[in-house]
């Protein structure tokens, strides 16, 4: 029986990655902010869920989490870095630099903070997978967004660089860049989002990476060609085809 371990699990990807993990009979702990929606999914599977309400920033709080869980249950096979807001930013508007600080807290440094507790214990063990959600909007700057971008893009070197770290030590790190995503955070986007998936079907994909011990998945793999095309575009070309892409509406949304 499997133990794992996810984040952001209140809504979304992390809610349909509990969702599917629980139904196949995996023993869980679920982490958001919001108390009342992680029990109100316990509760469908009273003795499989513990439930840990608490902000990911938070790392003490996060540890604590993390030593009842294994107390509880064992160390973790899986643990999903997943929590994370998305919000419009613009530098040059002085009352967003406090927005730009909490989506660089929540979206990169909750991850470290998430891992933290476990990578020594699966070290110990030699074994397990740590796994990072970081986004398609991480691997080339997308205008209106920078805090977003920023953010992923340090999930994403951040993870590269901790794979690389544990490499012979049978703990797997996992880099996962969805594309569009239905959940609570995309809803407020006022534009056409092309290779929307549901965030069940994300969930399904991303399971299955898991399970092949990929190191770097994007997903739907229409978006993982575009990814690769954005990474060959030269600066004068991108530019000059994104200086007029929609923005996101500069309000904080859900995790």
Known sequence: ?????????????????????????????????RGELLQHLAAHWPDQVDCYPLEVTDA??????????????????????????????????SEDLDLIRRVM????FGMAATF????????????????????????????GVEAY????????SYLESLRVELRDTGVKVLTMCPGYVRTPM???????????????VAAQRLARAIDRDSS????PWQMAIVAKLLRLLPNALYDRLFAGAPRKPRQVLPG
Not at 62 to 84: H, S
Not at 105 to 108: C, G, T, Y
Not at 116 to 143: D, E, K, N, Q
Request: a positive charge; hydrophobic letters at 50%; aromatic letters at 8%.
């Open 149 to 156: 971008s920023a953010s992923k893009a340090a999930a994403i």
């Open 60 to 93: 003490a709080a996060l540890r604590a989490a993390a030593e009842d869980f294994v107390a509880r249950r064992g160390v973790p096979d899986i643990v999903i870095a997943n929590a994370g807001v998305s919000v419009g930013t613009l530098s040059e508007r």
């Open 216 to 219: 770097y998945v994007v997903i």
């Open 186 to 200: 995309t809803d407020a986007n006022p534009y056409p989002m092309p290779f929307l998936l549901s965030a069940d």
């Open 105 to 108: 807290e929540v979206n990169f």
């Open 1 to 33: 029986m499997s133990k794992v371990f996810i984040t952001g699990a209140s809504s979304g990807i992390g809610r349909a990655l509990a969702e599917y993990y629980a139904a196949r009979g995996a023993q869980l702990a679920i982490v958001a902010r």
């Open 116 to 143: 933290s507790p476990f990578i020594g214990r699966m070290r110990a063990a030699g074994g397990g997978r740590l796994v990072g959600i970081a986004s398609v909007a991480g691997i080339r700057g997308l205008p």
